[in-house]
């Protein structure tokens, strides 16, 4: 890859952020979704987490520095990437098909008021590709890398010791 091809793909990134942090829509929806979730957390609810692929990489990413630590020194939250297990995700693929890995651990593991984070890069439902600033799958994985680490923010200032 030669530094022209390196750098117009930089400035794609870099543009693919702009355009996020340029609509107000988005910034406001964000911060309802990080105030949702504090509620559900503070409840003594959970967060769960999937996606396929790279994005499922995503979703272990977000429940690793929930369930951890982000910023800030505070308890362990509660959070759980419904990719991490492969002996559930493919015994229901298995047994129920691929399309019903993650509902059916909703059902075994989720509760009334937890929350369902759902990460997508491909974006195969119409309303996914509407609400995506970019049709470049890196720069689409690295503004969900800088959405969930701003809702991890938005989780620790609220947690910390």
């Known amino acids: 890859m030669s530094k022209v091809t390196?750098?117009?793909s930089i400035i794609a990134s870099i543009e693919t952020k702009i355009k996020l942090v340029s609509d107000e829509e988005f910034l406001a929806e964000l911060e309802t979704i990080?105030?949702?979730m504090?509620?559900?957390l503070k409840s003594g609810n959970k967060i769960l987490t999937a996606g396929n692929g790279g994005s499922a990489a995503d979703a272990q990413h977000f429940?690793?520095?929930l369930a951890g630590k982000?910023?800030?020194e505070r308890k362990g939250l509660p959070a759980m990437a419904l990719t991490a297990n492969s002996s559930i995700v493919t015994a229901i693929g298995n047994d129920f098909g691929y399309e019903n890995v993650f509902s059916r651990q909703i059902e075994g593991f989720g509760r009334q008021g937890d929350v369902f984070v759902g990460i997508s890069t491909s974006g195969n439902s119409q309303n996914l590709i509407q609400a995506c600033p970019s049709a470049n799958?890196?720069?689409i994985q690295e503004a969900h890398i800088m959405i969930i680490h701003e809702l991890c923010s938005l989780?620790?200032?609220v947690f910390k010791n």
């Open 6 to 8: 390196t750098k117009k």
């Open 34 to 36: 990080g105030n949702y």
């Open 38 to 40: 504090i509620t559900a």
């Open 63 to 65: 429940a690793a520095e």
């Open 70 to 72: 982000f910023i800030y």
């Open 137 to 139: 799958t890196q720069h």
């Open 155 to 157: 989780i620790d200032v």
